[in-house]
């Protein structure tokens, strides 16, 4: 029996190959590749088979493959690039032709990415509108500003930031059009997206069921890595996204791991408020 939730991406990736999504299923780069600069290429290809001729034959004239990732979509072959080539004029036209001649690849897309565009996020997720101004934040950068909060204050900065992710999650709600998705998993696709394009980090939300009171967030990469004990603005980010997603305000998050304490990588579990 095929699975449909396998099939159902395949539906997503032809949309957004024929342009009738700008949404890019599960890109799944964790960080900026420090190599991208001027004449690199983000390259998303579909194909019938593992494209290791398409790999060859990219180095075969003259680029460099900066990162491949590869994931299996029932009987087809899902693969993320980047490659640069610093030799060569007409890049675009030449990876174009490549991808064009491989009879291998039902369908692909390429954007170049400038020296602006220090990583792949940048490819567009969904077209936003309202948008004035967007501000470069690194990690470190992100710490400095909020480091004082987490570090003078204890308890009651972790509260502030708890607070500051609920604020945060209005304004996501708000902005990227979350509600609008009419089916609950696609507002959990676009969360997963518009949250690794911001730079909050790459996650992952795993059989969320509010009347059990059951279900996971999982966050690998975390913006408030290496900050404090734990991760209080995305707690609170998680618990207000999921009480508009159900329409429930007793929904809450709870962090039961944190790389902060030296676990692999963030876990925040569904949990109700107590009521008496």
Not at 177 to 205: K, S, W, Y
Request: glycine fraction near 6%; aromatic fraction near 8%.
């Amino acid at each position: 029996m095929a699975d449909k939730n396998q099939s159902r991406m395949i539906d997503q990736l032809n949309d957004f190959f024929n342009e009738r999504s700008s949404h890019i299923p599960r890109l799944c780069f964790p960080e900026t590749n420090p190599e991208i600069r001027e004449r690199s290429y983000f390259i998303i290809s579909l194909s019938k088979e593992i494209p290791d001729t398409i790999l060859k034959d990219i180095q075969g004239h003259n680029f460099n493959i900066l990162s491949c990732q590869l994931e299996k979509i029932d009987d087809m072959y899902l693969s993320y690039m980047i490659v640069r080539n610093d030799d060569d004029d007409n890049d675009m036209n030449k990876l174009e032709a490549l991808l064009k001649n491989n009879k291998g690849i039902v369908n692909h897309k390429i954007k170049e990415l400038t020296s602006l565009e220090r990583n792949p996020f940048t490819y567009p997720v969904k077209l936003h509108s309202g948008i004035k101004r967007s501000l470069l934040l690194d990690h470190d950068l992100f710490h400095a500003l909020f480091r004082t909060i987490t570090s003078g204050l204890g308890s009651g900065g972790d509260y502030l930031m708890y607070m500051s992710g609920i604020s945060v999650a209005d304004n996501i709600w708000n902005k990227y059009g979350i509600g609008d998705q009419e089916e609950l998993d696609d507002q959990f696709l676009l969360l997963e997206d518009v949250l690794r394009t911001i730079g909050f980090g790459m996650v992952a939300f795993e059989n969320i069921d509010p009347l059990r009171s059951e279900g996971k967030i999982i966050i690998k990469h975390s913006i408030e890595q290496t900050m404090s004990d734990s991760c209080p603005l995305l707690r609170g980010l998680f618990t207000e996204l999921l009480r508009r997603m159900f329409e429930d305000p007793n929904i809450e998050v709870i962090e039961t791991a944190c790389v902060n304490r030296g676990d692999k990588e963030c876990i925040f579990e569904l949990t109700r408020v107590k009521t008496i």
